[in-house]
DNA sequence: GTCTATATACCGATAGAC
DNA sequence: GTCTATCGGTATATAGAC
């Protein structure tokens, strides 16, 4: 179960303009029932989970006929990890830097937005990863235990300097940014609870406005620190 | 998949003293045996997801035949529901209640604490619940709509109470009980990440007094409350 | 009540025609 | 590259001996 491999298909993304101005490229099929697959394969496997999918659902969710699936990933493990290999992806390209001379009221105010923001656009992400930690991340734990931690030594070292400077209260950075994660990713991962509690039929974009708002709010002030302007 | 029925075998605890001081009970084997299926089916169900776990492993965990659990639950979902209602059973006896009278301080310092304390005693529970809330919700949909929906709103009339006589800070009360849930359960779901992140082998009890601490230190502030001696 | 044997169904994966 | 047919394995659930 450390099968952990990177999806390393060919996907150098090379345009050679045919003759009547359409464009040409080699693969361009291919990259297109790839994503076509993944984007099935995250829906099937957050609603179900990794046993409850099967190839053939999600070969009927992407149009496709199932072998023409395992055409593309060999086998269910593969196609699971490159469906990570994929979200992790999107997610170090949005993922803001903090340093130490940042405002640290600004700075967790947007980080605060960005974890918002992405469980607003990518909640099958969220979810997806929320079960395979639950279950023991069988396939993630590698990156458990080198990119996240060294995630997480980093952003802690630069809030405590702040602390150490006397620019925010004295709290314990890595829990801190624990509870950011957790109350962010709360609104995707537990959205069903969230809109039966709150007798909603669905999310609008100013519910999770106002659940930013109500977190940067609460934690900044938690942290000793002044809302931005 | 709608199929949420209640565990109703006959569990009245009645004492029926034997001849010779031991205790004779009628259905106390199948007391055991059904209790011994539950823990264990909670296990599987929670490592492995509902499709995931089967029923041979269960009983196997159980020390049990494979078709003496089938003779106790006729079917795999009665079962995942009868170790639902077991769980919510437990949990109701645990919650504490808010009272307008109380001081804001304790009470909210109070919730946390018996939030945390619930992700270190019972974690499995902690992290079935969100598979199936992340899933959907479809064996527990009922339960959201009216038991937790009500839940809610008494707690957050209280706490709207509250701000309303100037004892704390204007803060969406709804949205304070999604911030503790989700802060609180966090301990239970994402242990695995969190024990790789802080380079730990396993929790121990002062790991949990630290979070508490912390959650209770930073909500509290952030709601512009003293903590409670 | 307990357990063996088995019916039935479905899944992942492969072979091979086109 | 695409698709049909199918093999081997395993799951739930039941029938029936004890």
Known sequence: ????????????????????????????IRERNREKILLAAEEEFALNGY????????????ELP??????????????YSAMFDDILGRWNQVFSDIRPEDDPAEALASFIRAKVEMS????????????????????????????MREWVRGRAAVIQQWIDEGRMAPVDPVQLIFL??????HYADFQVQILMVENK???????????????TDVILR???LEKPA
């Not at 179960?1 to 490229?25: C, F, I, Q, W």
């Not at 656009?121 to 734990?141: C, H, K, N, V, W």
């Open 201 to 215: 039929a669905e999310y609008e974009k100013r519910d999770f406005d106002h659940a930013a708002e109500f977190l």
């Open 120 to 147: 607003r656009r990518y909640p099958l992400a969220s979810r997806l990863f929320a079960t395979e930690i639950i279950q023991g991340a069988p396939f993630l734990m590698d990156h458990l235990r080198t990119n």
């Open 1 to 28: 179960m450390t099968d952990h491999s990177v999806a390393d298909d060919g996907l150098e993304a090379r345009d050679d303009p045919g003759a009547n101005g359409r464009k040409y490229r080699p693969g361009r």
């Open 222 to 224: 938690g942290c000793g």
């Open 66 to 79: 199932k072998s023409n699936v395992l055409y593309y990933f060999s086998n269910k493990t593969r196609m």
């Open 180 to 185: 950011i994660w957790s109350s962010t990713q």
């Open 51 to 62: 046993k409850g999918a099967t190839i053939q659902s999600i070969a009927e969710r992407a």
